[in-house]
């Protein structure tokens, strides 16, 4: 099976609120699942499938609206999607966008991860990158110029 097709099954399944069993089958047992989150660091990755099903379940059907874009190049697959959703019963609408990052080998999912907020997260990552190129450059300890008040001369 196509590998963008293995995980569209998959999504498909997640986004619709439908059980998750009938496609479990596509996660290796020891599947790593992540939820990455921008500016925190907390959130850990865990393993099996038990993690990725608690997970959606606790979001529930809250989504009205998704639009999903598919692209992959060998065993990595990277679902793009848009959604809009109302907040509880207070009749607010939002909107989101989210990354699904996959790594697909021998016809099984083996790592998962789940961007939230993606482009906070996309800005993080490039202040990270920014800050890495810095320290390596040398650049990151590099203090501030000094400026001197003026000497007054006396007329």
Same mark, same amino acid.
């Given at each position: 099976? !196509?590998?963008?097709? &293995?995980?569209?099954?998959?999504?498909?399944?997640?986004?619709?609120?439908?059980?998750? !069993?009938?496609?479990?089958?596509?996660?290796?047992?020891?599947?790593?699942?992540?939820?990455?989150?921008?500016?925190?660091?907390?959130?850990?990755?865990?393993?099996?499938?038990?993690?990725?099903?608690?997970?959606?379940?606790?979001?529930?059907?809250?989504?009205?609206?998704?639009?999903?874009?598919?692209?992959?190049?060998?065993?990595?697959?990277?679902?793009?999607?848009?959604?809009?959703?109302?907040?509880?019963?207070?009749?607010?609408?939002?909107?989101?966008?989210?990354?699904?990052?996959?790594?697909?080998?021998?016809?099984?999912?083996?790592?998962?991860?789940?961007?939230?907020? &993606?482009?906070?997260?996309?800005?993080?990552?490039?202040?990270?990158? &920014?800050?890495?190129?810095?320290?390596?450059?040398?650049?990151?300890?590099?203090?501030?110029?000094?400026?001197?008040?003026?000497?007054?001369?006396?007329?």
């Amino acid at each position: 099976m !196509d590998n963008i097709l &293995l995980v569209k099954g998959l999504v498909d399944r997640i986004l619709l609120g439908e059980d998750l !069993d009938p496609v479990l089958h596509l996660l290796a047992d020891d599947v790593v699942f992540k939820v990455a989150v921008a500016g925190d660091p907390a959130r850990q990755s865990t393993s099996g499938k038990e993690a990725m099903v608690e997970y959606f379940q606790q979001l529930g059907d809250i989504v009205a609206f998704w639009r999903v874009q598919y692209s992959g190049e060998g065993e990595h697959v990277l679902a793009l999607g848009r959604e809009s959703f109302t907040i509880g019963n207070c009749d607010i609408d939002a909107e989101s966008e989210f990354a699904l990052v996959f790594d697909v080998y021998d016809g099984l999912i083996t790592r998962f991860m789940v961007v939230e907020d &993606l482009s906070a997260f996309i800005k993080d990552v490039q202040l990270t990158r &920014l800050r890495r190129r810095l320290e390596n450059a040398g650049e990151a300890t590099i203090e501030p110029a000094r400026v001197e008040a003026p000497t007054l001369i006396p007329a």
